[in-house]
Structures are given as C-alpha cells and as structure tokens.
C-alpha cells in the first residue's frame, strides 16, 4: 500500500525567528519609505500576516493571485492573473511577498505584469526558495529559508488544498509498505 506522512522540516519557533529577521531587513533597506506589500494568494496569506506585522514601516496591503495552466501539478509557463490588484501601483515602493520560489514562472509574470504599472520600486520577499528547480533566472530579494526538492505543506502551503493552516512547515513522503 501507499500512504503519506509527513515530518517537521522548519519549526513554528525557527518560522518566527527568520519571519522576525527578515522584517528587520525590510525595516531597515525601506526606513523613510511607505510599502505596498502584495501578497500572492493563497499560499502567502500565513507569511504576509506575519511578516506585515513584524515591520516597523507604515504598509498597506493587497493581494493578487495567478494560475498556472498544463499537465501535472508543475508550472507550464503558462502563467494568468486571475485575481488583479485592487490598488494603485504607479510611483509606489512595491513588495511582492509569495511563500515558494519553484520554477520561478508565477513570480517572473507577476513581477513583469506589475511593472507595466509603473511602480517607484519592486522587491520580492519569498518565505521558500526552491533555487534548484527554476526554469527562468528568478531571484528574490528577501528569502527566508532555501530548501532543495521535496513537497513541503504548512505555514499556508497545501496538498491538494489540505495543511495550509499547520504552524510549522512539513516535507511530505510518500511511504510503500
Ligand atoms: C504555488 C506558490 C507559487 C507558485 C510557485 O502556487 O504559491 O505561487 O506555485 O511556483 P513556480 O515558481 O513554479 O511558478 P499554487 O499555484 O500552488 O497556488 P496556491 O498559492 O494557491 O497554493
């Protein structure tokens, strides 16, 4: 038979310690400024409450959500917005904040989509980064923890639209007795 399990792989504690430092970066290289942080939904929403409330920067916040269309549960390259911005972009200090970098696809899109905008500045804060598996030269600015392949769910990532709520970040196997 074939099940899943699954093994801590960041505690909550560590989630909070690295959560805290990057905030203090962001703090620091944006001091003076106002941030328009944009949080890629679903799986940035745990992330981007935690890290919006950590800042010591006046913020406000959106989000925005793509898709990506083909086979398998990998990005085709075929990205698509399907939750656009409710705010204005132009002349403002953006900060994408997205919980995993894979292939790089969702974020490059999302990124060129809102620099049509015309944006002050743009940063990408990215909790995971899966810098292994990228198809395109994407690199975030802020990243919280880098990890090499095996699918992780928690701290707002899913399997199949389950464990997005866990407080800790979890590596899931598949086990054949
Ligand atoms: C995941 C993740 C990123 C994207 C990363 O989103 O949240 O947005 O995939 O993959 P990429 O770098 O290969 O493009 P997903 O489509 O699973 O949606 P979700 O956030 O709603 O879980």
Do not use: W
Not at 88 to 114: P, W
């Amino acid at each position: 038979m074939t099940g899943l399990s699954k093994e801590i792989l960041i505690p909550r504690s560590e989630i909070s310690r690295r959560v805290q430092e990057l905030a203090d970066q962001i703090s620091r290289e944006c001091a003076g400024e106002e941030i328009l942080a944009i949080g890629v939904l679903k799986g940035a929403f745990i992330f981007m409450s935690d890290l919006v409330r950590a800042m010591a920067v006046p913020c406000q916040t959106d989000f925005i959500r793509a898709a990506s269309y083909g086979a398998g549960s990998e990005s085709s390259g075929n990205v698509v917005i399907t939750k656009d911005l409710e705010l204005a972009v132009e002349g403002r200090n953006i900060l994408i904040v997205e919980d995993i970098v894979d292939t790089g696809l969702t974020l490059q899109h999302i990124v060129d989509h809102i620099k049509r905008r015309n944006p002050k500045s743009i940063k990408v804060c990215a909790f995971l980064d899966k810098r292994k598996r990228r198809k395109v030269p994407f690199e975030a600015d802020y990243v919280g923890f880098s990890m090499d392949d095996g699918f992780v769910v928690g701290y707002g990532l899913d399997f199949n639209e389950q464990y997005r709520f866990l407080p800790d970040v979890y590596v899931i196997r598949t086990d054949v007795d």
